[in-house]
């Protein structure tokens, strides 16, 4: 049992370059997010997904795009990188979104260090 | 706008004294606040939660503690141990279109001393 697993865990870019940071978990959680982390920010919500094949906004989108196609993976993609996005990613997941009546844990991955020169 | 502060980026702390990290929020809508610990070159695991309706919530060596007429909580670690050196982050929820939104602190980095 892995968790949340998160691949590559680093990555230099050129701008203008485009790659996708892809996270697998192996929980059967349904809700999966993508979060960036930057120094003196805490986390910040980019995108999530309540389930297979769903994807929605979270409080900072722009310049990002996701897919959920399976249930345990959850792919970050950006088109165009840019300096700005020069950040920690990271992926978490949770069995839900707190439907349930208990807050449910969200589980993180390990983080993929993006560099974008 | 920040909604979830911890003003204080560092704390230091002698080994089996008591750790207090604080974290204030603005927003009222909040319903369930988390404690997450994280340490370097991992991903964040959680630590310990309240729900707005409990004003403390305690497990082990960990203790929450929330105050929601002065929107503050914070987590009291006692006694404090050498693996408990790591970046803390508050988090702040409540659902929002289906699904549980966090809002994070900046983070708060304990050195505990031996």
């Known amino acids: 049992n892995a968790g949340v697993t998160q691949t590559p865990k680093f990555r230099v870019l050129k701008t203008g370059q485009s790659m996708t940071l892809l996270c697998a978990q192996d929980?059967?959680?349904?809700?999966m997010y993508w979060y960036r982390q930057d120094p003196g920010m805490g986390l910040r919500l980019i995108h999530y997904?309540?389930?297979?094949?769903?994807?929605a906004k979270g409080e900072v989108p722009d310049g990002y795009n996701v897919s959920r196609l399976k249930k345990q993976n959850f792919l970050l993609g950006l088109e165009s990188a840019a300096p700005s996005q020069t950040s920690v990613y990271f992926c978490?997941?949770?069995?839900?979104?707190?439907?349930?009546?208990?807050?449910?844990?969200?589980?993180f991955g390990p983080g993929t260090r993006l560099t974008v020169l | 706008d920040q909604q979830v502060k911890q003003n204080s980026p560092s704390l230091s702390v002698q080994e089996g004294r008591i750790s207090i990290l604080n974290c204030d929020y603005t927003?009222?809508?909040?319903?369930?606040f988390l404690w997450y610990k994280k340490y370097p070159a991992e991903g964040p695991t959680f630590l310990i939660s309240?729900?707005?309706?409990?004003d403390k919530n305690e497990d082990g060596r960990f203790t929450v503690f929330l105050n929601k007429s002065a929107k503050h909580l914070s987590l009291h670690i006692v006694p404090s141990q050498p693996g408990d050196s790591a970046v803390y982050f508050c988090?702040?929820?409540?659902?929002?279109?289906?699904?549980?939104?966090?809002?994070f602190g900046q983070g708060t980095r304990l050195t505990i001393n031996p």
């Open positions: 309240i729900s707005s309706i409990k």
């Open positions: 988090a702040a929820t409540r659902m929002f279109q289906g699904a549980q939104k966090l809002v």
């Open positions: 927003n009222s809508m909040f319903d369930y």
């Open positions: 997904s309540v389930g297979e094949g769903t994807t």
């Open positions: 929980m059967n959680h349904e809700y």
């Open positions: 978490a997941s949770s069995y839900s979104g707190g439907l349930a009546g208990d807050r449910d844990t969200q589980y």
